[in-house]
């Protein structure tokens, strides 16, 4: 029924695995991204042409291969150690099943997840009167706290939960989060397709509600089931294109169910003629605020009936004059669909007040008492809009929203509104564009993208098709923005070029219906998935091919990292995503380089050494990366010796650079994965470094040196790596300085990832040991793709300007990412090279084309659409101050490398001056003695000052030099969400967890305290405060703290008690125990990577750590926000 | 002209002439890696060469240009040529400049990795069509001075 079919709610588990296949893409041929190689099939021959003939002239004395063939020829223990492990059976699962068993293992688990959350989504929308509020912005998984428990059985879905998740796959039409509000409030009012209906709902409740809604679906069903029957056969002669479920479940009741009902209801209903789902909502929600909405606390349902304000008249916006908000937004559709496009919301979101789930003191009545009839999208018909609320920084000190920073929603009509790219992979600093550049100059503020296109996705469209429709110009994929002309023939939104829709894309597998392109699946969500053919490959698709490259010298054993490294390795093997082709391989290295030789068949791994390091070339080139499945169990053997065979080693050396070219070498035919772990300064043949830094240096004021590499040699390593389609992927686990800064250049130009673990020791530093430990289960497990090109396409008028992330830019809007893996993020710098003057829209698209870990090309598409303003104020209005932050964060490590680093501060102090100073001389009325910022940037000169505290752009404070270039490094390839918490720590009290206001996510209660401004004087002796850095998590106690707490959830007797190092929270049975863990498991579950709790006392040495997070509080060398926010104003004044 | 000279004066003017022929010679040269320069970065912008084998050729061209302009330059002043001299010096010391500045963590003055960065592009291609100019506008001047002065 309707419920089902219209739920265009995306539900997005971060850490979950995603019920949809690993995914992949390729960018169309003529990209050719894979240099010409030869065959799969041919791989081998060719690798022993080129590199047997190495092995054979090769000095003899350099390969001490073993005399006899099983004896391994190093020391005598690790012999020892070879022959004492014990015999493993052979993993018997085969690649695919095991592949199989562990995606199953996650799909169950998301399954489950999204169940919940869909039963959730459907009875909040059910229950209107529950406030579809309570989802906060892209968690979508909580329950009400009323209705928590009633609210599945209600539902009724249960037995076809599972079906309908994988269902919504398809049909669901990509939302930005608080998307979903609305859409959750239109699905009440349109099932009972009166629009009037929905201020009855309010008062009645959802139980009335429920009754009434769950008769009309059985009845829907029914109907639905008699068309799908009827109409099955008519469409089953039509196979010209199947859509690839992500599961093969039994599909067709599903989707029946999912598209069929709207045509249903609107035969029942007399609203409109066969409008398409959308219309519906629209006609229906008409002069809603979407973003009014959300800002009503969930825990007063009472006070949602003010969001139900009745559209003046549902059939207003389908007379079609009436509804062009835009100039070409649909403009020549067919009727139906034109109809869908309402009157503009009059209202722009209003960033810092829609935080969705919180209580929120201020609610805006009068917004919806206004006209929606305004309709016009110029933000001067109304009374200044939120965002643009002029708010006095001195004076005004809580500025900081009770829960997160939510992302601004582009000013659209509701229409393109929900079906626009999640904020949470694709986000713009401006969502208002200016129209031409010599504006964007005027607004003083970065105009650019910040893109997180492989993020971890549980609903995802994945479409097979023989044609992938896209521009024949331009190349653009089809996407939700395009205008159908007529029923043959698209316009593109990027180039504007009138292309014809090919027969294949007439005909909607998902309705089974011929003459509806604008209801594809591709027209319905802006985030898309295709299965590519073999069009888009140069070369069979690669296997996944991992090798891993450990420093084995006396300082690497002494940290102890083989033991956990070894250890997560043979914990996640049969996790390593891949297919029955996936293939392994070791090197170590200390003054020599060690290869492992695994082939199938031997009886214990075979160690061969070559010493000639000048000259590096691979003993047994085809027997050392091996497949994963037929030699499991000498991988085994092998990582279960390694810890040990160099125990007694005294080699101080470290030939990383050798090592490298002799992974590069063994990867070349391939491409892959290489993961590095060095633990210092490599001091030996090619790429040999010196130390740089002065200690004396680090806390000086003035001048930063040795931030940019030292060489060039890791550079041109990685541009033949990515030429190879191989990543390398760096841990540095050193205690002394390792030249951070040349050795990160291997990973950032192949498409890598850096992890960073200073003065790492397995025993003296157990928070670091856990954080490798958790770091690598992450790393080892999660989604990778292989050869993968990422290509970013706007708007005629845009280009990009620089590109910001660990890849390597082939051409102007071409990335190659050898691998791409679903932490990374990337950024943009857009400018404005024509005038927009034409065009109400601007869209962006990024494709991702890859090779999925199975051995499939995909090609994931993210298309984001925004709107063009031409005056200064509505730049404003629109602007994302996080995404703003984090651009200019990336433009300030570019700024210090290539200038200097008081070059970069100097800049960011004058970015936030320049665009304040710009604003307010466009405000008239302001007083010019006042520091007056518009609302959507009221956390920006905060933001600034925390980013000139942060470890890479802080000066006078001691911070060594790897510290600095690691975070530089973070900054450039984290995404948005991951940068602003380390930019940004969120401050948290929790001694008091059980008197605030709580959600129901999974049937936990999770506390939610609000948020605490990041300064010692919200720091109390008699509480507990939780910092949640991104990776790491502090709890600080206060001396006084309640023994009551600490006792509860500490477990112990009393704060003396505590010991210094400590890293978990016991399980103690008592209320406040049970709200703090789910709590701090509720932050956990929102990332990734599940980051490390450190419990800090007061005399602790981690103390300093916590303390220099509070970045509005005075230090020795910096500002308070205060004394920031004068020497702003003065700058201003000037 | 030339007939009528005494020797010396023949001497003088022919090698002054074979000096400008070889100026422009060598202008003609100097010409090229401009003209290379700008034909191979338009070849990026349109995609049809790798950023990385443009650098590795265009890093090629660095030393030899600089090396000539720096000869060029250094002969005039040998010859007291200043104006033409004064003319060469600030094309010579911003190449030999722009070779110094390079980073040490970079291929060389044009790196691939960040070609495509900060419209680096553009400042290179807008550097090498004043170049060329120049170098366009000294091969007329040496040849029409040439006859003059001889």
């Known amino acids: ?1134 | 002209m030339c007939t009528r000279a005494s020797s010396v004066f023949f001497e003088r003017t022919f090698l002054s002439a074979v000096f400008m022929f070889l100026l422009l010679k060598v202008h003609l040269l100097m010409m090229l890696p401009s003209y290379f320069l700008i034909i191979t970065l338009s070849d990026l912008e349109c995609d049809y060469i790798n950023a990385r084998s443009c650098c590795s050729k265009l890093n090629k061209w660095v030393v030899p240009e600089v090396i000539g302009h720096a000869v060029v330059t250094v002969l005039m002043l040998i010859s007291l040529h200043w104006f033409i001299f004064l003319l060469n010096l600030p094309v010579a010391t911003w190449n030999i400049y722009r070779y110094i500045m390079v980073p040490s963590g970079n291929m060389g003055v044009f790196d691939p990795t960040e070609i495509h960065n900060r419209g680096q592009l553009k400042s290179h291609m807008k550097e090498a069509m004043i170049k060329l100019g120049f170098h366009l506008l000294c091969f007329f001047m040496y040849l029409y001075s040439c006859p003059i002065r001889a």
């Open chain 1, 1 to 1134: 029924m309707c419920l089902c079919s219209c739920s265009p709610s995306r539900m997005e588990f971060p850490s979950g695995y995603g019920s949809h296949l690993p995914s992949y893409s390729v960018p169309s041929g003529h990209y050719s991204q894979v240099p010409s190689k030869a065959a799969a099939s041919h791989l081998d021959n060719q690798y022993r042409a080129s590199y047997y003939p190495t092995y054979y002239s090769a000095p003899a004395q350099n390969v001490m291969t073993p005399s006899v063939g099983t004896n391994v020829l190093n020391t005598q223990e690790s012999q020892q150690l070879y022959n004492k492990t014990p015999a493993h059976t052979v993993g018997s699962a085969e690649g695919p099943i095991q592949g199989a068993i562990s995606s199953a293992s996650y799909l169950h688990t998301s399954a489950q997840q999204s169940y919940s959350a869909f039963g959730n989504h459907y009875s909040t929308s059910v229950s209107s009167s529950v406030a579809s509020q309570g989802f906060p912005l892209n968690s979508d998984h909580y329950t009400m706290p009323m209705v928590s428990s009633a609210m599945y059985p209600n539902v009724s879905y249960p037995p076809v939960a599972a079906g309908r998740v994988y269902g919504q796959a398809f049909t669901s039409q990509t939302l930005p989060a608080v998307g979903q509000f609305k859409e959750t409030n239109t699905f009440s009012s349109q099932s009972t397709s009166v629009p009037h209906s929905l201020q009855q709902h309010v008062p009645v409740g959802y139980n009335t509600t429920l009754t009434t809604i769950s008769s009309a679906q059985s009845i829907q069903d029914s109907l639905c089931r008699n068309l799908t029957g009827s109409l099955l056969t008519k469409v089953l002669r039509k196979k010209f294109l199947s859509l690839l479920f992500l599961k093969n479940l039994p599909f067709l009741k599903q989707l029946t169910l999912n598209y069929f009902p709207p045509p249903a209801i609107d035969s029942s209903s007399t609203t409109s003629s066969a409008s398409p789902v959308l219309n519906n909502y629209d006609a229906l929600e008409g002069g809603g605020y979407p973003g009014k909405q959300s800002s009503i606390s969930f825990v007063l349902p009472e006070t949602r009936s003010m969001t139900s304000s009745p559209v003046p008249a549902p059939s207003v916006p389908q007379t079609s004059k009436a509804s062009k908000p835009f100039g070409y937004g649909y403009p020549t559709l067919q009727p139906g669909y034109q109809n869908a496009a309402p009157p503009a919301p009059v209202q722009p979101n209003n960033p810092g007040h829609h935080p969705g789930f919180q209580h929120y003191p201020q609610q805006y009545p009068g917004v919806n008492q206004l006209s929606s009839s305004l309709g016009g999208l110029s933000l001067q018909h109304s009374q200044q809009p939120e965002s643009l609320r002029p708010v006095n920084l001195t004076q005004d000190r809580n500025i900081l929203p009770v829960s997160s920073v939510p992302a601004p929603v582009p000013n659209l009509n509701s229409d393109l509104r929900k079906l626009n790219c999640s904020p949470d992979s694709f986000r713009c600093t401006l969502t208002n564009i200016p129209q031409t550049q010599a504006l964007l100059n005027k607004a003083k503020l970065p105009l650019g993208l910040l893109l997180h296109p492989f993020r971890d996705l549980t609903q995802l469209p994945v479409i097979t098709s023989s044609t992938i429709v896209r521009c024949r110009s331009c190349r653009t994929y089809i996407n939700p923005f395009v205008s159908f002309i007529d029923q043959r023939r698209w316009k593109c939104n990027l180039c504007y070029r009138v292309n014809d829709v090919p027969e294949e894309f007439m005909y909607n597998p998902l309705t089974r219906s011929y003459g509806e392109p604008h209801k594809r699946p591709e027209v319905q969500n802006s985030t898309v998935e295709f299965i590519a053919s073999s069009d888009y490959m140069l070369r069979p698709p690669q296997p996944a091919v991992y090798l891993f490259v450990l420093d084995v010298s006396h300082n690497a054993v002494e940290a102890g990292y083989l033991t956990i490294v070894c250890q997560s390795l043979l914990e996640n093997l049969d996790k390593l995503p891949g297919d029955s082709r996936t293939r392994i391989g070791f090197i170590t290295f200390d003054s020599t380089v060690q290869f492992y030789n695994l082939q199938e068949g031997l009886s214990q791994p075979q160690m061969l050494i070559v010493s000639d390091i000048d000259d590096i070339f691979l003993p047994t080139p085809d027997s050392l990366l091996v497949n994963l499945h037929e030699s499991k169990e000498l991988i085994k053997d092998l990582l279960n010796a390694l810890p040990n065979m160099f125990t007694n080693t005294r080699e101080t050396h470290s030939a990383l650079g050798p090592a490298l070219q002799a992974a590069f070498k063994l990867m070349s035919p391939t491409g892959g994965r290489i993961s590095v772990f060095q633990t210092q300064l490599p001091s030996l043949g090619a790429g040999l470094l010196h130390s740089r830094e002065d200690p004396n240096q680090r806390s000086s004021t003035k001048v930063v040196q040795h931030l940019g590499p030292a060489t060039d040699f890791y550079k041109k390593l990685a541009l033949d790596c990515s030429g190879q389609q191989t990543a390398v992927d760096l841990f540095l686990l050193s205690s002394q300085y390792s030249d951070l800064a040349s050795l990160a250049c291997m990973s950032k130009y192949s498409a890598g990832c850096i992890y960073y673990y200073p003065s790492f020791h397995r025993s003296h530093n157990p928070a670091q040991a856990e954080k490798l430990q958790k770091d690598l289960k992450r790393y080892l497990t999660r989604k990778i793709g292989f050869e993968a090109v990422m290509r970013i396409r706007c708007t005629k008028g845009l280009s990009i300007h620089t590109f910001h992330g660990n890849f390597f830019v082939r051409s102007t809007d071409l990335l190659s990412l050898a691998n791409v893996n679903p932490d990374a993020g990337f950024a943009v710098q857009m400018s404005i090279e024509e005038s927009l003057t034409d065009t109400s829209l601007v869209c962006f698209q990024t494709a991702l084309l890859y090779t999925s870990s199975k051995g499939e090309r995909r090609i994931r598409v993210h298309t984001l659409c925004l709107p063009v303003v031409s005056s200064l104020a509505d730049v404003y209005a629109g602007a994302d101050v996080q995404a703003v932050v984090c651009l200019l964060a990336n433009m300030a490590v570019d700024r210090s490398v290539s200038s200097s680093l008081s070059d970069a501060r100097d800049a960011l102090v004058n970015a936030v001056v320049d665009s304040l100073a710009a604003y307010m001389s466009t405000a008239s009325n302001l007083q010019q003695s006042m520091l007056i910022a518009p609302n959507s940037l009221k956390l920006f000169p905060l933001y600034i000052l925390a980013l000139l505290k942060q470890k890479a752009f802080r000066t006078g404070t001691s911070t060594r030099l790897d510290d600095r270039v690691y975070a530089m490094c973070q900054m450039k390839s984290q995404p948005l969400v991951h940068l602003m918490k380390m930019i940004h720590p969120n401050l948290y009290r929790i001694d008091k967890l059980i008197d605030e206001s709580t959600i129901h996510v999974n049937d936990r209660v999770v506390p939610q305290p609000p948020l605490q401004k990041l300064s010692a004087e919200k720091l109390t002796r008699e509480g507990a405060f939780l910092m949640d850095c991104g990776s790491i998590f502090y709890i600080w106690i206060g001396k006084n703290c309640s023994n009551n707490f600490i006792k509860d959830v500490l477990g112990y007797p009393n704060y003396a008690s505590v010991p210094q190092k400590m890293t978990q929270l016991p399980e103690v049975d008592a209320l406040s125990s049970e709200r703090t863990r789910s709590f701090i498991s509720w932050l956990r579950d929102s990332r990734p990577l599940s980051p490390v709790l450190q419990v800090i006392k007061d005399e602790n040495p981690a103390k300093t750590d916590f303390f220099q997070h509070l970045i509005e509080d005075r230090t020795e060398a910096a500002f308070s926000y205060y004394e920031f926010l004068l020497n702003i104003q003065q700058q201003i004044c000037k």
